[in-house]
């Protein structure tokens, strides 16, 4: 078991300067360097993991890297990578007549079309690393792929603006 316990409450804590809370973590701190990048060192640990496993013995790896999630932190080989989305990558941006929403909805008015389209965007550079460690989690699993359940899970959706709602 291994998990990221940030230095500080402040901007990139989950992704620089951090170091492993668990058993038995690597006595290691990370800061702010491009190879200390959370997601990366995650996936590293978790290919260590299945390489350091005797094949012949079943295993259990739940990786969980903390990407997506805020601040909007994509590793630095992927930023600035993705296209700025347009808004029509996000339905209903900015709706403009929401008399057929509730009350709540009704009172939230317009969102920032730009920043939404932004924030989607950066999400999608994060997701790229995050893509990356999984392929070298498949990749690590060699004949292993063969007898391998693999799972994928996500907390919940993120609303950038649709129908004007924004946040989880």
């Not at 808004?87 to 709540?104: G, N």
């Amino acid at each position: 078991f291994l998990a990221i316990n940030p230095d500080q409450a402040g901007k990139d804590a989950a992704y620089y300067n951090w170091q492993w809370a668990g058993k038995n973590p690597p006595d290691v701190h990370y800061g702010s360097s491009p190879n200390d990048y959370s997601t990366v060192q995650a996936g590293g640990q978790a290919v260590r993991f299945i390489q350091e496993s005797p094949e012949t013995d079943p295993l259990l790896l739940y990786f969980s890297p903390y990407s997506v999630h805020g601040p909007m932190t994509p590793a630095p080989a992927d930023e600035g990578t993705w296209p700025l989305e347009p808004a029509r990558a996000i339905p209903a941006l900015s709706e403009d007549d929401t008399s057929d929403k509730p009350r709540w909805i009704r009172n939230n008015g317009q969102v920032g079309e730009l920043k939404q389209r932004e924030i989607l965007t950066t999400q999608h550079e994060m997701a790229m690393s995050l893509d990356d460690q999984v392929g070298l989690i498949i990749d690590a699993l060699g004949p292993r792929l063969d007898n391998t359940v693999i799972v994928f899970m996500s907390d919940n959706g993120y609303m950038l603006g649709s129908h004007n709602i924004t946040g989880k």
